[in-house]
């Protein structure tokens, strides 16, 4: 089951904006929003990104949203560096983009 975790971040090149980063299978997906009518894109999160990532989760930890497993998951999920594994793009299906170590191009 993915868990989603939102806020608001501000910074002085971007302006305001709204991060959204979803936790699902082993990875983290890392997007941002800008606006009432704009699509989500990829972002590259930063330290403190990561570090509100880890405050956002650890405050579902004593309501029982997330469970200390799930908490740990996110945190060790959280120390990798760059934008995560799959970088903001949804894998759905075995297209171009999913690679499974097979070798290269079909032929």
């Known amino acids: ?3 989603e975790f ?7 090149e971007l302006g305001k904006f709204q991060m959204l980063a979803t936790v ?3 990875n983290i997906t890392w997007e941002r929003k800008q606006g009432h009518h704009t699509s989500w894109e990829p ?3 930063d ?7 880890i405050h956002e ?6 309501r029982r949203l997330i469970s200390s497993k799930q908490f740990e998951e996110i945190k060790r ?11 903001g793009r949804r894998i759905t ?4 983009s999913y690679d499974k170590g097979q070798g290269g191009p079909p032929g």
């Open 1 to 3: 089951m993915s868990m």
């Open 93 to 96: 299906g075995n297209g171009p």
């Open 6 to 12: 939102g806020w608001w971040k501000k910074t002085p």
């Open 43 to 45: 972002h590259t999160p």
């Open 47 to 53: 330290d403190e990104d990561r570090a509100r990532l």
């Open 24 to 26: 699902h299978g082993g």
């Open 57 to 62: 989760a650890e405050k579902r930890v004593p």
């Open 77 to 87: 999920l959280s120390e990798n560096t760059g934008p995560g594994r799959i970088a």
